[in-house]
């Protein structure tokens, strides 16, 4: 998914934020090349290290296991390499040591990465953080995209992602923004290009071939569909800091803020929603077992009221 503005216009933008660009054109001036180089002196150890460069320094070690996988001399990788939870655990481990070692030089003069990022702290200056107000504007993915007969369509890598309601029909052949969160890829925050008027719109997921009338994921997604159509057919969808850090206030224009609280309520409905459908799948999941039953993937209507009804008719049986 591509992003809504150029590369300058996005440094622009984060210019009026108050973010400043520093461009360095040599690999030494970048600080993050040298803290990712001490970060891999630690790694030296590791089982299945490979080197900075695989094709030139992979230890022999390294070479010798590869090769045991390949022609299946162990009985499981693990024998001789890291799984990702173990990978991911012994990273931690690697970036706790370097942020507590002290440091000599002129920047940290002694202190370690922790303790300088406490210390040198702009408590007096600090900088602003974006919050709830403004949330939208740094949005994962952010796209101009055209409102099919289909509804909201894109891709993101090899998955495949479709939005379409009774607003996304008002909306067909027009060019809408689409603000993407693949944290909460269920539902879509949509606004018009000049990012107003915002709604939400829920993701329209694949239906088995094999799918009749009267499941209700089909049921449910074919009325996804219908009501996308039937507005055009009446008139012609990170690292815990060890302190707690300060910042300025945020403070944005009244569009902005309107826009983001009237998300913020669409997104807050949504998730009730969709909690309240748990909340009754758990209840008629626990009724089905106190019947001796299996919770169907797919309750069809009056199943779950029905299951509720007999589990309540068996605890008045056993009832003394």
């Not at 807050?268 to 209840?283: N, P, S, Y």
Request: charged share 30%.
């Amino acid at each position: 998914m591509s992003a809504t503005y150029s590369p300058l216009e996005s440094k622009i933008g984060w210019e009026n934020l108050g973010v400043k660009f520093s461009h360095a054109i040599r690999a030494r001036t970048k600080p993050v090349e040298r803290v990712g180089g001490l970060l891999q002196n630690r790694m030296h150890g590791v089982r299945g290290y490979c080197g900075r460069n695989e094709k030139i320094d992979c230890p022999e070690v390294t070479k010798r296991a590869m090769d045991d996988l390949k022609f299946h001399r162990v009985n499981h990788p693990g024998e001789l390499f890291l799984s990702f939870d173990e990978w991911h655990a012994q990273l931690g481990q690697l970036i706790d040591h370097y942020n507590g070692e002290s440091q000599e030089g002129k920047v940290l003069q002694g202190l370690s990465p922790d303790e300088a990022f406490k210390k040198f702290w702009p408590h007096e200056n600090p900088p602003g953080r974006l919050d709830a107000n403004s949330w939208h504007l740094v949005a994962h993915y952010v796209r101009p995209v055209p409102v099919t007969i289909n509804g909201i369509c894109f891709r993101i890598g090899s998955k495949s992602f479709v939005y379409r309601n009774e607003r996304t029909g008002q909306n067909r052949g027009e060019t809408v923004l689409a603000w993407f969160d693949p944290e909460s890829p269920e539902f879509l925050c949509v606004t018009d290009m000049n990012r107003q008027n915002p709604y939400i719109v829920g993701r329209s997921m694949p239906v088995d071939f094999l799918a009749a009338p009267g499941d209700p994921h089909f049921e449910r997604e074919t009325a996804k569909a219908a009501s996308h159509s039937i507005y055009p057919r009446t008139r012609y969808n990170l690292l815990k800091a060890e302190f707690e850090p300060t910042f300025r206030r945020n403070i944005v224009d009244i569009g902005t803020a309107e826009t983001a609280q009237e998300i913020n309520r669409l997104r807050t409905e949504k998730v009730a929603e969709q909690k309240q459908v748990e909340t009754e799948r758990k209840k008629a999941g626990s009724n089905f077992r106190r019947l001796g039953m299996t919770l169907p993937e797919r309750l069809r209507p009056g199943q779950a009221e029905a299951a509720r009804e007999l589990s309540e008719l068996l605890r008045q049986e056993d009832t003394p």
